[in-house]
């Protein structure tokens, strides 16, 4: 009698598990056992109904999530350890001569839930030569501005031997990415996906999953940084501070070597008749792209984490770095095997000694053959973003309160008496303290101490909105990314095709004439955009989020070189909003290890 209780129980328990975690409410899987397709907790969304998400409460692809989010009482947890790993073969065949690893593989594990999840990620520096901290981009981190990841400005540095927990609510959905932003680290390959499930804009039947599109380098990070801001570059006479070629891209982590000497394509599958949500990801150090997949087009329904009205019949699609673009691909075409094509522009905006990087998608029943139809060469986009998108949920700033007279320049800049290359804002390279970040300053009540290197910048107080001119004097065009926002992008100067003059094709902005023509009324919006080069960018971001937010530029030798700013946001609100204590131990540690016992010193920006 007993054992058949305890059979009927078990049996009973079992059951009740399954049906909580289709629910999405049993407790995640353990490390590493956590499938890449997490169960949505819903009850409406379908493949013929996705801008549905729940009925009771609604949520769905109206929903202002700045305003309401689920609440879902689950935490998902996961667990990196970053490693240093010399000599090591990637995805491609290749030898990278120092990478640094998320739990040992490139790119590092996808970070998966659902809209109001609660995402906890520790992580653990078993390096023995850096600090580290990582970067959610394109997370909000609302009212969690300590968990936002920038040593020197929201935290100390993770030293080695130690770990952090970094924990917040998904809020948002969509499409993100994580990488490290201490100094030009990502390069090395701390970087991977991060997919919260959510409403769509459009439907679908399958989602394939994130596509991180990267470039890679054979090089170690600090060598090719060090290359980058030394005006005697050896490699481009009379042009200082030239980027490396990147030796490949990527696709997920693989590709063929440019010599076709080693590695494989890498392939998604497609089931004819059916439509596939793909999760595009730039999570290059310098390399921006056109997309084409060979007889087909892409239904584009959002930019980075803004669902948008969708956007139907998108042959090429232009990605800049840390940009993200939610696409559906309908299988409509006879079954065979078609290349994903990644072109690069005519402007200065990177390359790769691969100059036809690409990957297969075959549908279900076709042969294992590559391609013969290799498709044709897209219209030059000239590192220029499309502006044309239209946001679901509409946010409009108030024209008459732009002025250019918040505006920020930047233009490279060399200092010949330490021989080394800058990206100044308003004439200021940033340069942080690792050991005394922004949020030190704001918990004992010295904001008034910060350096002025720190480039911190005053906004309105209170939820109003703040507008921004940026100015670029430079041949090369920046990808501009704000931490804890989403830009409205009001305009920018045309896109100039290479090569530039700048005796003749310096823009600047003419209130008279860009004025007219900025869009004020739910203007496309995203957390990076494109700045032109010899041009300008108008953009407004409403200052809803307390904290010290970069914003930068992300090509990670700019940004390396001190192309940033920082916007100190609601500064009596910081302290009752986020606990700055978390701050202690964790700088108690960086200062024990740095710089008495690392073999490294600061030499650019920090972050």
């Known amino acids: 009698m007993m054992n058949t209780f305890l059979a009927t129980a078990m049996l009973w328990f079992c059951s009740l598990f399954l049906l909580l975690a289709n629910l999405g409410l049993a407790s995640p899987a353990p490390q590493g056992l956590v499938p890449h397709e997490v169960q949505k907790r819903q009850t409406c969304n379908t493949a013929t109904n996705r801008e549905c998400w729940t009925t009771s409460p609604a949520f769905n692809i109206n929903t202002d999530w700045e305003a309401s ?17 010399n000599n090591w073969v990637g995805g491609d065949g290749g030898t990278k001569v120092r990478a640094m690893l998320i739990n040992g593989q490139f790119p590092g594990p996808t970070i998966t839930g659902n809209w109001g999840d609660r995402i906890n990620v520790t992580v653990i520096n078993s390096m023995t030569t850096n600090g580290t ?33 970094y924990s917040f609510i998904a809020n948002q959905y969509g499409t993100a990415w994580y990488h490290s932003h201490f100094s030009s680290q990502y390069a090395n390959g701390v970087i991977g996906p991060i997919h919260i499930n959510g409403p769509a804009s459009a439907n679908y039947d399958t989602d394939l999953g994130p596509l991180v599109i990267s470039d890679w380098y054979y090089g170690a990070a600090d060598q090719l940084a060090a290359r980058v801001k030394s005006p005697l570059n050896p490699y481009i006479p009379g042009f200082p501070g030239s980027p490396p070629q990147s030796d490949n891209i990527l696709f997920n982590g693989q590709n063929r070597r440019a010599n076709g000497a080693s590695g494989s394509y890498r392939k998604m599958t497609l089931t004819a008749g059916r439509k596939h949500l793909l999760r595009i990801i730039n999570g290059s150090v310098q390399v921006s792209f056109t997309l084409t997949l060979v007889g087909h087009s892409f239904t584009v329904i959002s930019t980075d984490m803004v669902p948008i009205t969708p956007k139907t019949g998108v042959t090429s699609l232009y990605v800049g770095i840390g940009q993200r673009y939610d696409v559906i691909i309908d299988a ?26 690409a990957m297969i998608f075959q549908y279900s029943g076709a042969p294992n053959s590559n391609p013969t139809n290799p498709g044709s060469v897209p219209a030059d986009s000239r590192c220029a973003d499309l502006l044309s998108y239209s946001p679901i949920v509409s946010k409009s700033a108030p024209s008459a309160s732009f002025s250019s007279s918040n505006t920020l320049n930047t233009n490279i800049q060399i200092n010949n008496g330490i021989a080394r290359v800058f990206w100044p804002v308003n004439n200021s390279p940033m340069q942080v ?27 309105p107080n209170g939820n109003v909105w703040a507008f921004w001119l940026i100015q670029n004097n430079s041949s090369i065009p920046h990808p501009v990314h704000l931490h804890g926002h989403d830009i409205l992008i009001l305009g920018a100067s045309p896109a100039l095709a290479a090569p530039v003059n700048p005796s003749n094709r310096l823009r600047t902005y003419n209130p008279s004439v860009d004025g007219p023509t900025l869009k004020t009324t739910n203007p496309t919006r995203r957390d990076t955009t494109m700045l032109p080069a010899w041009g300008w960018l108008a953009v407004a971001y409403r200052t809803n989020n307390p904290g010290a937010w970069l914003m930068h530029c992300h090509i990670a030798w700019h940004a390396s070189q001190g192309f940033s700013v920082q916007f100190l946001e609601q500064l009596s609100s910081i302290p009752t909003t986020m606990n700055l204590n978390e701050l202690t131990a964790q700088c108690n540690n960086w200062d024990a290890w740095y710089p008495s016992s690392a073999p490294f010193l600061q030499d650019d920006s920090g972050i």
Not at 152 to 165: D, F, H, L, N, V
Not at 442 to 451: A, H, L, R
Not at 452 to 458: E, F, G, I, T
């Open 133 to 165: 901290a990582l970067h959610f981009h394109g997370i909000h981190q609302k009212n969690s501005n300590v968990r936002d990841g920038a040593p020197g400005i929201t935290e100390c540095p993770i030293r080695p031997g130690t770990s952090k927990t």
């Open 433 to 459: 303290n690792w050991g005394n970040p922004t949020l030190e300053y704001v918990k004992n009540g010295n904001t008034g101490s910060i350096p002025s290197s720190y480039n911190v910048l005053s906004v």
């Open 69 to 85: 989010w689920p609440s879902t009482g689950v935490t998902r947890s996961y667990t990196f350890t970053i490693t240093e790993n």
């Open 332 to 357: 409509n075409q006879p079954v065979g095997n078609y290349w994903l094509n990644t072109t690069f522009s005519s402007g200065p905006c990177g390359g790769s000694a691969n100059t036809r990087p």
